[in-house]
């Protein structure tokens, strides 16, 4: 299992969120264990976020399955904005 350690912009932390709650089962299925997601208090559309996955690349093919592309997109996720770094424990 590898951690993933990532930032990026969303348009609404609040709707972000909401979208992001509703998809968690499909994370859950694809293997991606949520341990941390929070905003930054002075800019609250400034997203971190800290996940477990079981290979590096589980989340960039998660993230690119079209089913999962629509729900990213839709919940107005910067993708041009994301920083995200592989780390082991």
Excluded: L
Aim: aromatic share 6%.
């Amino acid at each position: 299992m590898v951690k993933m350690v990532g930032s990026f912009e969303v348009n609404d932390w609040a709707h972000w969120k909401k979208m992001f709650n509703g998809h968690s089962r499909q994370r859950e299925a694809a293997g991606i264990k949520t341990i941390y997601v929070g905003n930054e208090i002075e800019n609250p559309n400034k997203v971190h976020i800290v996940m477990e996955t079981p290979s590096a690349d589980t989340m960039q093919k998660f993230m690119q399955d079209p089913e999962n592309a629509k729900v990213i997109e839709q919940s107005g996720h910067k993708q041009e904005t994301t920083v995200m770094a592989v780390c082991s424990d």
